[in-house]
């Protein structure tokens, strides 16, 4: 992570900088940082800073994660994201899901075919954190 100082605007611009494509990350072969690892990156720009909120900007998988953060980890911790997050933006996130255009239709149907025998989880368990 880098860190400039405040600009004129008083922001100040914090970066990660996940592994290379394909390298598995320190905790979860799954994502590039964990939701638990976002919010603690969150808490200590925070204090840091002296920053009361953040605002997030996130491509791809980043912006499912951003998500799972607010929709999960936040709650599960019986934190209020408005408490730390003013702003998202996510670009080429897919919230929606993926379609295949190609076969088809043939991997959506057996993919439907699979999960119609797969138990259904209740909850907000389709995001995990760990």
Do not use: W
């Not at 100082?5 to 905790?27: D, E, L």
């Not at 939701?35 to 900007?57: M, Q």
């Not at 255009?101 to 025998?117: C, I, N, P």
């Amino acid at each position: 992570m880098t860190a400039s100082p405040p600009i004129r605007s008083g922001f100040c611009v914090s970066t990660t900088s996940p592994p290379p494509h394909g390298a598995p990350s320190r905790r979860n072969s799954g994502s590039r940082m964990p939701p638990p690892d976002l919010l603690t990156l969150i808490d200590k720009l925070r204090e840091k800073s002296g920053a009361t909120h953040v605002h997030l900007v996130a491509h791809s998988m980043g912006g499912l994660i951003c998500r799972c953060l607010l929709q999960k980890v936040l709650p599960d911790a019986g934190r209020d994201p408005a408490d730390c997050v003013d702003k998202v933006f996510t670009y080429g996130s897919p919230h929606g899901g993926i379609t295949f255009d190609a076969g088809f239709g043939l991997f959506e149907k057996v993919v439907m075919r699979q999960a119609s025998t797969v138990p259904r989880c209740s909850g907000r368990s389709a995001c995990t954190s760990t």
